[in-house]
Every structure is written in structure tokens, then in C-alpha cells.
């Protein structure tokens, strides 16, 4: 298996434009997470997904953010519109029991 | 609320020193626990995990993790830094039931030659 494959790695964007991060879980892994990791705030986490349903997102600072997870090896994390506070690296890991990390996407919001 | 705890926020050690990262978790119930390690500018890689039977676990790189429920803890250990070892380590938990996996702060490790 690829792993978790995460896209872009790389996102440069204006302020108030539209971002949306991919990721593609490991198959046969029935949960799914979006972290974000930023120097202030470490790791944290956004929202996660157990058999594609949202369980949990009580981690995703405002509105603006938004999870879908259509089928079971796909996910994506929109930011609408975004801000430069929103500049941070975003993970995507994968779990049956332990999680595989994608190599995440760097965010920075101009 | 489930939560883990990471006291050290960075710590250094000498090449050939030995070490030991601290992690704690709250909540009634025994989680699922894991070590990670980030290189920079990459992703999290699974050091070692723990889920029941024989408290002290053996991981890569020749690292190891002891459990000890009277503490709620689960210390990463290393008898011999090297210097490829720098690098920020987190704890995470996952508690059955809630599937949502949680992580501490991290440690960062510099090891001086």
C-alpha cells in the first residue's frame, strides 16, 4: 500500500480564496482524521470520521472549515473563505487500530 | 475530557546518553497508547504502540515504552542516543469506544555530540 496520500503538499493562496486539502486513507482503514499542526497550537485536532460518518468535530475552529468524507478512500478538508490565521501544515492519518500519518499539506494563506 | 500530557517540551541529551520522554493520559478507562516521532518537514512515523498484555513494549529504532496503569503512564525509552534521534515526539492515545486518537504536545529532542 502507497500509504495515506495526502494533496496538495504544497498550497499558496490569497486571502478569502477557497482551499480544499485531499487525502486518500489506506484501504481497509475505517477511520479517518484531519489534524493541524501549527508552532503555537502543536497538534490538533479538527475532525475525525469512523466508517465515513463524521464522529467528532469539535475541533474545527469556525465555520469556514468544513469535512467530507463521500467513500472510504477519499476525504477533504475545505476552508472557506480563508484566512491567514488558517497557515499551518495539515495532516490526514488513517487507523484500523494505529494511524498512519500522510506527509500533510503546507498552507499559507497570503 | 480525554487528554494526554507531554511535561517536557524539549529536552537535550549527549550521543550515547540514555532517555526517557514523559507522557500521562487522563480518563477513567485504559486507551490504546503511541508513540511517534516527526522528522522536519515530514509527516508522523509510529515508533511503538501499546494496547494490552505485556507492559513493556518494544518499538523501532530501538526504542521502548513501559505502561504502568498505577501512573497513567507511558514512558518512551532509549538506552543509547544517537544523533539521528533529534527529531519531536509525540504520545497519543486512543480511547475503544470514541476511536479518537489524541496527542500530547510533543517533545523536542536535541542530542549534542
Known amino acids: 500500500d502507497a500509504g495515506v496520500i495526502q494533496s496538495p503538499r504544497h498550497e499558496v493562496t490569497e486571502m478569502g480564496q477557497e482551499v480544499t486539502l485531499r487525502c486518500k486513507p489506506i484501504?481497509?482503514?475505517?477511520?479517518l482524521f484531519w489534524y493541524r499542526q501549527t508552532m503555537m497550537r502543536g497538534l490538533e485536532l479538527l475532525i475525525y470520521?469512523?466508517?465515513?460518518?463524521?464522529?467528532?468535530d469539535s475541533g474545527m475552529p469556525e465555520d469556514r472549515f468544513s469535512a467530507k468524507m463521500p467513500n472510504a478512500s477519499f476525504s477533504t478538508l475545505k476552508i472557506q473563505p480563508s484566512e491567514p490565521r488558517d497557515s499551518a501544515v495539515y495532516f490526514c492519518?488513517?487507523?484500523?487500530?494505529?494511524?498512519?500519518f500522510g506527509q500533510g499539506t503546507r498552507l499559507t494563506v497570503v | 475530557a480525554q487528554s494526554v500530557t507531554q511535561p517536557d517540551i524539549h529536552i537535550t541529551v549527549s550521543e550515547g546518553a540514555s532517555l526517557e520522554l514523559r507522557c500521562n493520559y487522563s480518563?477513567?478507562?485504559?486507551?490504546?497508547l503511541f508513540w511517534y516521532v516527526q522528522s522536519p518537514g515530514q509527516g508522523l512515523q509510529l515508533l511503538l504502540k501499546?494496547?494490552?498484555?505485556?507492559?513493556l513494549v518494544q518499538g523501532i529504532k530501538g526504542f521502548e515504552a513501559e505502561f504502568k496503569r498505577s501512573q497513567s503512564s507511558f514512558n518512551l525509552r532509549k538506552p543509547s542516543v544517537h544523533w539521528s534521534d533529534a527529531a519531536e515526539y509525540f504520545c497519543?492515545?486512543?480511547?475503544?469506544?470514541?476511536?479518537?486518537?489524541?496527542f500530547g504536545a510533543g517533545t523536542r529532542l536535541a542530542v549534542h555530540p
Open positions: 492519518a488513517s487507523s484500523r487500530s494505529e494511524a498512519f
Open positions: 484501504s481497509g482503514h475505517n477511520s
Open positions: 470520521f469512523n466508517n465515513n460518518v463524521p464522529i467528532d
Open positions: 480518563y477513567g478507562a485504559t486507551p490504546y
Open positions: 501499546y494496547f494490552s498484555g505485556d507492559t
Open positions: 497519543a492515545a486512543l480511547w475503544g469506544g470514541y476511536n479518537k486518537l489524541i
